[in-house]
């Protein structure tokens, strides 16, 4: 893979990541390699993520870059990277709401139906985004994990409660991001973050 499709890959949308896969430009697992060291490099200075596996997103990756490769995705969303908001439900991954009154030792054996709908197109999750305690607050910040701070200016907040996935999108950390929105959510962390929620 060429260095400019490399740099270009965080400002790329899930449709033309689809195109590029389906035309062998580049593979879900070259693109989740990306995602992942973007992450490592801006986690720091953003918080936006509370929670990745990378041998488990490694792992997801070479399956769906195999279904590329046979001419056999799921979807368009085959290999997409897709963060989750810590409050829904991922299997074998813990789902905190942001809490210590969360037993984080529990068993996490079920995927919430936008999880589950994302594995079935062959979506790649790609980590679990910060939020505050149950989402209860319109900042993001909570006791376990602190504060996602604003990619324009990290001085500044995000928004909440989808904060985590607001920071990510304009970071480049993913192309999409699934969020909850109840009072502004969602709206909120768009609108500081210069995404579409």
Known sequence: MNSIINKNIPSLSAMELSSMYKDKIISPLEVSKIILER?????????????????????QAKESEKRWYDNNPKSL?????????DLIYVKGWPTLHGSKAVNKNQTWDIDAPSVANLRNAGSIIIGKTNT?????????????NGVTNNPWNIKMNAGGSSGGAGAALSSGLGPIAVGTDGGGSCRKPANYCGVVG
């Open 39 to 59: 992450i490592k490099i801006n986690q720091k200075n953003l918080n936006a993520f509370c929670f990745y596996n990378e041998s488990d997103v490694l792992t």
């Open 77 to 85: 969303f085959d290999g997409v990277p897709v963060s989750i908001k």
């Open 132 to 144: 505050p305690e149950f989402g209860h607050k319109g900042v993001t910040e909570n006791l376990i």
